[in-house]
């Protein structure tokens, strides 16, 4: 990044630099050029992305320069922007991120929706028992936390770096009383408790092994392949909770995942094959693909 603007011999300023960099970023390929640029120089500037348009006639001083041409590199190296800036916002709340959790996606705003409207609201909720497996960043069950404050929530991950992501997240949104987290994979810490669930609810990874090559290198090399690889079909984990789950939903509990844009017929077929849930039912994320299944567990 130049210091000024050699033609003018005018200082470089918040306006040249968001120019020149998101110009820069073009060229390196990097698609939301100018949000990302915005983002890290009000990262650098210590202020928010919309001071910046107040600002656009402001020189930057050689420290900010100096901080701004750092993390521009960390991103031509394609790190993502929420680690390099260590934060994200999901559901309109801002969440921390680390590269021990995924970045939340919009695409995950479809299972907090869908998981809303089956807690219910006030009074009746402070009955409602609920179950993140594989919480990450705990954007979706501080999600849920904020939204339904009566609901008693658990989450569990097999990662400790995660499970203290999702615990400062907790805090940071107001929710840290709500939920009481644990380690371990999926609902092996659960099977000496007698303790069931109106609902239960993941994101787990599913993503068939052989795709992870080909994904971004924003995804392939900056976040955990651990949150990400299903195995070789994709459906190891999703079929592993689906086997289980049932076994620890109370009579007509909700099981609700997050799936794989393509991966709806072969879910069906295995909750199907599983015997314990009916209905079963797929809902859409904004861009049209079947991306929740709720299963309801068949009454007893
Ligand atoms: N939707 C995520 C992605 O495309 C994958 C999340 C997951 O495997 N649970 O990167």
Redesign the pocket.
């Known amino acids: 990044m130049p210091t000024d603007d050699r033609a003018s011999g005018s200082p470089w300023t918040v306006l040249k630099a968001l120019q020149w960099t998101a110009e820069y970023f073009n060229r390196h390929h990097i698609e939301s050029s100018r949000i990302d640029a915005e983002i890290l120089l009000a990262h650098a500037l210590h202020c928010q992305r919309l001071d910046l348009y107040l600002r656009h006639d402001q020189p930057l001083n050689e420290n900010e320069r100096v901080k701004f041409r750092g993390l521009i590199q960390r991103r031509i190296r394609r790190e993502p922007v929420a680690y390099i800036v260590g934060a994200k916002e999901f559901w309109s709340l801002r969440f921390r991120v680390t590269p021990a959790v ?1 970045i939340p ?1 919009p ?1 995950t705003e479809c299972l907090v929706e869908n998981a809303i409207k089956n807690i219910p609201q006030g009074n009746a909720g402070q009955e409602c028992d609920v179950l993140e497996l594989g919480v990450g960043s705990g954007a979706v069950i501080v999600a849920l936390a904020h939204e339904r404050p009566g609901a008693r929530c658990w989450a569990s991950d097999t990662s400790w770096a995660a499970i203290q992501v999702a615990r400062d997240n907790a805090r940071l949104n107001g929710v840290a009383g709500n939920i009481r987290f644990f380690a371990g994979r999926w609902l092996d810490p659960l099977r000496s408790r007698s303790q069931r669930f109106d609902l239960v609810i993941s ?5 068939p092994s052989g795709d992870i090559g080909q ?1 971004p290198p924003e ?1 392939r090399l900056f976040e955990p392949t651990g ?2 690889d ?1 195995g070789e079909d994709g459906l190891t984990h999703l079929g592993a909770i689906m086997a289980e789950a049932h076994g620890y939903l109370k009579p007509n509990g909700l099981l609700l995942l ?1 799936i794989g844009f393509d991966q709806r017929d072969r879910v069906q077929a295995l909750a199907r094959q599983s015997g314990a849930y009916r209905p079963i039912i797929f809902h859409k994320d904004h861009g049209g693909h079947d991306r929740v299944v709720m299963l309801r567990k068949k009454g007893i």
């Open positions: 995924l996606r695409d994101n787990p990874p599913y993503i994904l995804i949150a990400l299903g997050e």
